[in-house]
Structures are given as C-alpha cells and as structure tokens.
C-alpha cells in the first residue's frame, strides 16, 4: 500500500507512517468510489401516511403552473396550466404512498405554437399539515432530471 505514497524512502516504512499511508490509501478509494457512482444516491422511502389527507383541491406551482387535483383514494388525477398558457397545459396522474406521492404528467403540446409532446415522471413529498408538495420531476422514464418542484395549495376554489 505504500505505492500510493509520493514519497517512498526508508523512513517511510516506519509502522506509523505506513499505517498512516494506508488509511490515507483507504480514505482516497472510498472517496473515489463513492464519487464514481459506488455510494449513489440514496433510495426515496415514504414516510407514515398522513391520517385525513385530502389533496382534492388547487395548488399553485411555479414549475407547472396551476394546478387542479383529485384525490379518490389513494389515487390522485388532475390537470395543470401552464406558464403560457398554450401547448404547456397537461395531466397528471399518480399514486399515493404514505407521504409521497409518486407521478406521470403528460403535455400534449400545441403543434400551432410549435410546443412539442412531453412526458415524464417525478415524485411529491407532502407536508404533514397537506397544504404543500415538494420533490423532483423528469422527463420520459426518469424521475429527477427535469428539476425541483413545489405545489402549494391556493386558496381559488374551483368549480367540480
């Protein structure tokens, strides 16, 4: 292990600095496997159920713009608005499990504003109190690489 060691003269070979080396070794291969990929990222679990959570309702969302949701069950489907307003309307749909709720949303675009398809993944984490969602979104199978994304529930009614 004294290899990875810049310095390899006798005086190196002292039990000490040798063991010193090799936990510096050790420290440098951990370091380097877990920014290789070796650690990744840590698996998203659910936390406890929120006893009454009801998410039917509207919800601001800078990511997606506004949002309309249902919630049947543990089933939630809804529509959204987006910033423009035209070909960044869409649907989303998802599942609800203890304190995330795991989403499909699809934009059906606007060929006449030259806003293409889009579809994608990504996954809420609700406050305890249910009046905010916060998590990730991506695109086609992937759940993390659109960005962040936060709901809060808005105080417009909307009509059934």
Known sequence: MTALCLDRSPRH???S??????????????ALSVGCGGGGAPELKPGPAIAGLNLSGGFDCQEFGFMKLR???RTIQGT?????????????????????????WIQPGDINAAVWPKQ???WLRVSRDGQTLTGRWGYDDKRDDGGTISLRR?????DE
């Open 13 to 15: 070979r002292h039990p």
């Open 17 to 30: 600095r040798s063991a010193r080396c090799v936990g510096l070794t050790l420290l440098l291969l951990t």
């Open 71 to 73: 919630q049947t069950g």
């Open 80 to 104: 959204y608005e987006g910033i423009r307003k035209t070909g960044d309307n869409g649907t989303i749909r998802g599942k609800i499990e203890g304190d995330l709720v795991w989403f499909d």
């Open 120 to 122: 994608g993944k990504g």
């Open 154 to 158: 808005s105080d417009f009614v909307f």
